[in-house]
């Protein structure tokens, strides 16, 4: 799945990239030439809403979404990967929540039919990003449930913030 990766970080990446300079254009036609583009701020936000939605996926894949895990550490492996995966399948349950209820509102916006203010663009197919991340994110938590299955882990969260801070500041030259 190392093209689904990298699919994810480009699109995070162009998207934080449009954004940036869709704004800097603005700001410098409103402050310089005194005009502006009517859908720059409907267009950032739709860039900003492709971004956070293939985000969340990044973010489990990664391990950098908050996590309260100072007691799980102190668990043994077998307790600690019980835990992770009960973790696991209640995130599962919680996307398959909102999986179904924003794509039921996608649907409903579909129905409707009502485009966007300032560009002819109907919202259901910008919308459309809710449901799509959600399912990559899905994908994750099931990657991750395989994992901790399969023994290759027995943990929900990759990252180990402590531990990299102390690293950090191990490596920070002397005064």
């Given at each position: 799945?190392?093209?689904?990766?990298?699919?994810?970080?480009?699109?995070?990446?162009?998207?934080?990239?449009?954004?940036?300079?869709?704004?800097?254009?603005?700001v410098v036609m409103r402050y310089v030439f005194?005009?502006?583009?009517?859908?720059?701020?409907?267009?950032?936000?739709?860039?900003?809403?492709?971004?956070?939605?293939?985000?969340?996926?990044?973010?489990v894949r990664v391990g950098s979404h908050i996590?309260?895990?100072?007691?799980?550490?102190?668990?043994?492996?077998?307790?600690?990967?019980?835990?992770?995966?009960?973790?696991?399948?209640?995130?599962?349950?919680?996307?398959?929540?909102?999986?179904?209820?924003?794509?039921?509102?996608?649907?409903?916006?579909?129905?409707?039919?009502?485009?966007?203010?300032?560009?002819?663009?109907?919202?259901?197919?910008?919308?459309?990003?809710?449901?799509?991340?959600?399912?990559?994110?899905?994908?994750?938590?099931?990657?991750?449930?395989?994992?901790?299955?399969?023994?290759?882990?027995?943990?929900?969260?990759?990252?180990?913030?402590?531990?990299?801070?102390?690293?950090?500041?191990?490596?920070?030259?002397?005064?």
């Amino acid at each position: 799945m190392k093209i689904l990766d990298r699919l994810e970080e480009w699109i995070i990446s162009l998207m934080l990239l449009a954004m940036t300079a869709l704004t800097f254009t603005q700001v410098v036609m409103r402050y310089v030439f005194n005009s502006g583009l009517s859908w720059a701020l409907e267009l950032t936000t739709v860039f900003f809403a492709v971004m956070i939605f293939v985000g969340i996926s990044y973010g489990v894949r990664v391990g950098s979404h908050i996590g309260v895990d100072a007691l799980v550490k102190m668990l043994g492996p077998q307790p600690r990967r019980a835990v992770s995966i009960l973790a696991v399948l209640l995130s599962l349950l919680y996307i398959a929540l909102v999986l179904a209820g924003a794509s039921t509102y996608v649907l409903k916006m579909r129905e409707v039919g009502i485009e966007f203010e300032d560009m002819p663009i109907q919202r259901w197919q910008v919308l459309a990003v809710m449901p799509l991340g959600y399912v990559l994110t899905g994908w994750r938590f099931l990657q991750i449930f395989s994992g901790l299955l399969s023994g290759k882990t027995d943990s929900l969260h990759l990252a180990d913030e402590a531990a990299e801070a102390m690293k950090l500041k191990s490596e920070e030259a002397p005064l």
